[in-house]
């Protein structure tokens, strides 16, 4: 079989799981949506510090609510997704056929990919249509950030999956660790940089990715070419880490009990 | 042409042995019936034939590979059917069967092999509509969808009901007319007297037993059965042959059918009584069964 024709099957396979299922289309999907509405309305009007400047709360959401997207449909979507099927035994049957491991793994990031390119159009439409939120001035930017993180996070939501034990455990698992992470790395309002959360928030990849992001966007014209050389290295770092530890441990079966 | 060789396999976890020494050939074309009880070694066994579990120790060729490294090549002409497999729920049968054809070079056409496990209603169906007996009937048509030489059925039946458990047993009947060479593993007895060419029963980790199932039926301790019921006010202490009563219906257990049938015949005879639904019963598979794998 043609690898390509391998992977664009396993794509569509992907896309029919993730849009038919009404768990992971809501979670990944419009929770994102959800918070850009309530969390907006909420701190209507006001500002947010940003480095040495201040800029309207709207214009710090927005690329912060583009980076929790991407999270939430690579990481969150893949740790649950994987585990759920390794639980039932789904992912030990893929095993037995002649489809290589690597396809599989193709399709699901490349399905977690095309989720989040949605996600992050929505979001920076709605922002710019409804909450007049500045466009983002580094397009260049804004995609490659958009590619490491990811990357990065599709990679640890495959390494999540080791420390699920079984499907049940996955939802509580995944959110005890991705949330209080998300909100002490000022997803939904900013962490200042001298604060002890934001200390413990940079040695997560959470915080580098929305920072990146914020950059891309650049609202305030503070940065050149946008991009955050630091922020996208740290992502990668994790990314990288993540592969090292999903290639070496990942698990295709239903733990023995 | 011998499609599985298996000499001498060996297999423990941590310090629990559980595949102690296990040999037997599988001939290509034939239906092979691996049994034994739960905890055998049977399932870990099938699961290094299928390229799953590595094994200790022991040669293990299967279409003259070694499943450990096999790969794709391999996986290319087996079609697998494992005991607790689920299949993934948001697609439909067509779907899902159109997704794993594009996994082998010459596979059968979905419509083709849907049908022949007789899902061909439930097309258009998601799977997470189906019955369960149903979605078995799906993993099986996808273990097949791949048109292999070599078929794995690790207790394909299970949780079937009577009807569907038939219609099963003719998918392999017409599979093994294909040609196709089938490992099934089986917990009914009645499944393997009806399928399989030959038996190995496994128990405790090693082989036990190995040959047809008339073989088996005749290499065993076991005795025939003549059986009637006692006629009323017939004492069991006036009959010439020992017997014993239980709920009415009188057993000889024999090692020579032919004469005590004689024997119990020509007395009631003489008596003029009519031995009520008299049957002769020869030991069943489950009793030699039973017998082989009474010591776990």
């Not at chain 2, 001939?27 to 691996?34: A, K, Q």
């Not at chain 2, 899902?119 to 509509?129: C, F, Q, S, T, Y």
Request: proline share 6%.
């Amino acid at each position: 079989m043609n690898s390509g024709t391998l992977v664009a099957g396993q794509v569509v396979f992907e896309q029919k799981s993730f849009w038919r299922n009404p768990g992971s289309a809501f979670f990944a999907f419009l929770f994102p949506i959800i918070f850009l509405v309530v969390f907006a309305t909420l701190f209507k009007g006001s500002t947010a510090p940003v480095g040495n400047t201040t800029v309207p709360y709207d214009d710090y959401y927005i690329p912060a609510l583009v980076a929790f997207g991407v999270m939430g449909a690579c990481f969150t979507n893949i740790a649950m997704s994987l585990s759920i099927r390794r639980d039932s035994g789904v992912l030990k049957r893929f095993r037995g056929t002649p489809l290589p491991p690597w396809a599989l793994i193709a399709g699901v990031v490349g399905s977690s990919i095309i989720v989040s390119i949605i996600l992050v159009l929505l979001t920076t439409i709605f922002g710019i249509a409804v909450y007049s939120v500045h466009a983002p001035q580094h397009i260049d930017a804004v995609v490659a950030t958009v590619a490491v993180g990811a990357l990065a996070f599709c990679a640890l939501g495959m390494a999540m999956t080791i420390v699920i034990p079984n499907a049940d455990a996955a939802p509580a698992i995944v959110n005890a660790v991705f949330l209080p992470i998300v909100f002490i790395s000022g997803t939904f309002f900013p962490v200042p940089s001298s604060s002890v959360l934001a200390q413990i928030a940079e040695v997560f990849p959470v915080r580098h990715f929305i920072n990146a992001m914020f950059t891309a966007f650049d609202p305030a014209h503070q940065s050149s070419t946008g991009f955050n050389g630091t922020d996208l290295l740290v992502m990668a770092a994790w990314g990288a880490g993540a592969v090292v530890i999903a290639s070496l441990r990942f698990r295709w079966e239903p733990n023995k009990v | 042409m011998t499609a599985i060789v298996v000499d001498g396999l060996r297999k423990s976890y941590g310090a629990v042995e559980a595949v102690r020494g296990v040999s037997f050939h599988v001939e290509t074309g034939e239906v092979f019936g691996l049994l034994g009880p739960n905890g055998a070694g049977k399932t870990t066994t099938i699961e290094i034939l299928e390229g799953y579990r590595k094994r200790d120790a022991g040669n293990v060729t299967v279409l003259g590979m070694d499943p450990q490294h096999g790969g794709r090549k391999l996986r290319e002409r087996v079609g697998l059917v494992l005991q607790e497999a689920a299949v993934p729920p948001r697609l439909t049968v067509t779907e899902l069967v159109e997704l794993y054809r594009g996994y082998y070079p010459k596979p059968r056409p979905a419509a083709e092999i849907i049908e022949l496990v007789g899902l061909g209603e439930k097309a258009k169906e998601r799977v997470n509509k189906l019955s369960g007996g149903q979605q078995r009937r799906l993993d099986v048509a996808l273990g097949l969808v791949g048109d292999p030489e070599l078929v794995f059925l690790d207790e394909p039946t299970t949780g079937f009901d009577p009807s569907a458990r038939r219609a099963a047993w003719e998918v392999v009947r017409n599979m093994r007319t294909l040609g196709k060479t089938i490992v099934l593993t089986t917990h009914y007895m009645d499944e393997a007297q009806y399928l399989a060419d030959r038996i190995c029963v496994i128990a405790a980790g090693r082989v036990v037993a190995e040959g047809t199932p008339e073989t088996l039926r005749a290499h065993t301790e076991q005795r025939t059965h003549i059986r009637f019921e006692m006629p009323d006010g017939l004492d069991a202490s006036a009959v010439p042959i020992a017997l014993t009563v239980e709920e009415g219906v009188a057993t000889i257990a024999t090692s020579t059918p032919t004469r005590s049938l004689r024997d119990l015949t020509t007395w009631a005879v003489a008596q003029g009584l009519e031995l009520p639904n008299l049957e002769v019963m020869r030991p069943s598979l489950e009793d030699v069964y039973l017998e082989l794998t009474a010591n776990e």
